[in-house]
């Protein structure tokens, strides 16, 4: 009697593999390069793209060139630029007034909620893991303390011994924004945490001065 084997899976299972019998090469280069672009989130060179498409480097070079001429000549809102690390899409000097106004009303928002929470957990809790302040509310938070960092209110100053998990604390800017000269100036509600009612009450009287932070 013949010993049972064990299915084996082929190194070559069609099933798991990508499928490259599009003819990329076939396509139109000047789109194929765009579509490579917009999706890339950092430079792309000359090498990479060319590897992409399927076509030689100086063809790329000369539709790389190309495009960028065209959305200059156009009066595109975007441009192509050629930096030491390769090619990327930038928003056009031309219109940099209202991409400026974007940027300054992104950061002026008001701040939610839930972030108000969170900063306060963070300023009560420092230096604190992601991990310990989700725990604390309640809910995962980690968007949240991306959003607080992006604002400069929190930052991060280590990492938590035997977790390995990055530790937080309040930044200066978030000093200035509440009118203290050191952490030890919070209202004393530390003892309350992490009652939701206690984070209430900071949210409404100690953290208020922080609704229009820019």
């Excluded at 280069?29 to 792309?44: K, N, Q």
């Excluded at 930052?155 to 000269?181: C, D, H, I, K, N």
């Excluded at 530390?190 to 229009?212: E, F, I, Q």
Aim: a negative charge.
């Amino acid at each position: 009697m013949s010993e049972h084997q064990p299915e084996q899976v082929s190194e070559h299972d069609p099933e798991t593999e990508l499928d490259d019998s599009t003819d990329v090469a076939g396509l139109d280069l000047r789109g194929s390069l765009e579509a490579l672009l917009i999706v890339a989130d950092e430079p792309a060179s000359v090498t990479q793209l060319a590897s992409f498409v399927e076509r030689p480097m100086p063809e790329v070079v000369d539709a790389l060139t190309e495009l960028a001429r065209s959305y200059v000549n156009d009066d595109r809102g975007f441009e192509l630029r050629e930096t030491a690390a390769g090619w990327r899409f930038y928003s056009s000097a031309a219109f940099a007034p209202v991409v400026e106004r974007y940027v300054l009303d992104g950061q002026q928002a008001r701040l939610t909620q839930a972030s108000l929470e969170t900063l306060a957990v963070v300023a009560y809790k420092q230096p604190v893991s992601r991990g310990r302040v989700s725990a604390v509310r309640g809910v995962n938070c980690d968007g949240v303390m991306r959003t607080l960092a992006a604002r400069g209110l929190i930052e991060e100053v280590g990492v938590e011994s035997g977790s390995g998990a990055s530790l937080f604390r309040t930044s200066q800017y978030f000093l200035e924004r509440m009118g203290l000269s050191s952490i030890a100036d919070l209202p004393d509600i530390a003892p309350y945490l992490p009652d939701l009612d206690a984070l209430d009450d900071l949210s409404s009287d100690g953290l208020r001065g922080l609704d229009d932070v820019g």
